[in-house]
C-alpha cells in the first residue's frame, strides 16, 4: 500500500518500457472516496491523466497499459 503522498513524482512508465511522464497530482471520485486516475503534465491547458484502470503496477514505479492513456481530462 501506498499514500497518496508518496506518488508525487513518481515516475510513469509504460507497458513498452517508455517513459510516460511523473505523476504531479492524484484525481480521486470525491463522492466514493477513491483514487480515478494519476495527472502526470499538461497539453494545450488541458491535464493528461492515467485513468486507474490503465494502472498494472505500483511500486518504485508506475507500470501503465501503453494503449489507455488519455489526453484533455480535467483535473
Do not use: H
Not at 2 to 22: F, H, P, Q, T
Not at 47 to 72: C, F, H, Q, W
Amino acid at each position: 500500500m501506498k499514500r497518496l503522498s508518496e506518488l508525487n513524482g513518481m515516475r510513469i512508465y509504460s507497458d513498452k518500457a517508455r517513459y510516460v511522464g511523473a505523476v504531479e497530482d492524484t484525481l480521486l471520485d470525491d463522492k466514493e472516496g477513491v483514487v480515478i486516475g494519476l495527472v502526470f503534465g499538461r497539453r494545450g491547458g488541458k491535464s493528461l491523466t492515467v485513468p486507474y484502470n490503465s494502472i498494472m503496477a505500483i511500486g518504485d514505479i508506475v507500470l501503465v497499459y501503453s494503449k489507455r492513456t488519455e489526453a484533455g481530462t480535467p483535473a
